[in-house]
């Protein structure tokens, strides 16, 4: 993850993402996951000046928490579950409906 959180854009959480995809055992814990467990959006974000130990704490931590609470499959599927039907994304109404256009998208 200190590597793909190095492609520009990429914090953690969307290096985490990315890597998820890849099939990497890890999670996207984005805005909405990271309420779901009372974390404010601030704690995984940082600078370029940022020390590589606190970079490094932050990881080990993200890491901690996506391994604490479930597996890579947990994540995605409750994640789907969750954005169903909300916001912008009303047209689609089902967790399957909301992973099938993140497979539509990449293939």
Known sequence: MYIA???PGLGIV???FMLQLLGFETSC??????A????GP???KFSTATKDETVYKKIA???ELCDASGT???????WCAFVA????????ATAEAVSQLHVDCIA
């Open 29 to 34: 814990l984005d805005t909405h996951n990271l």
């Open 36 to 39: 779901r467990l009372g974390i």
């Open 72 to 78: 890579s499959e947990y994540w995605w599927d409750t």
């Open 85 to 92: 039907g909300r916001g912008p994304n009303k047209s689609l």
């Open 14 to 16: 969307k290096a985490s």
């Open 42 to 44: 601030q704690q995984f």
């Open 61 to 63: 931590l993200y890491n």
């Open 5 to 7: 959180r190095e492609c």
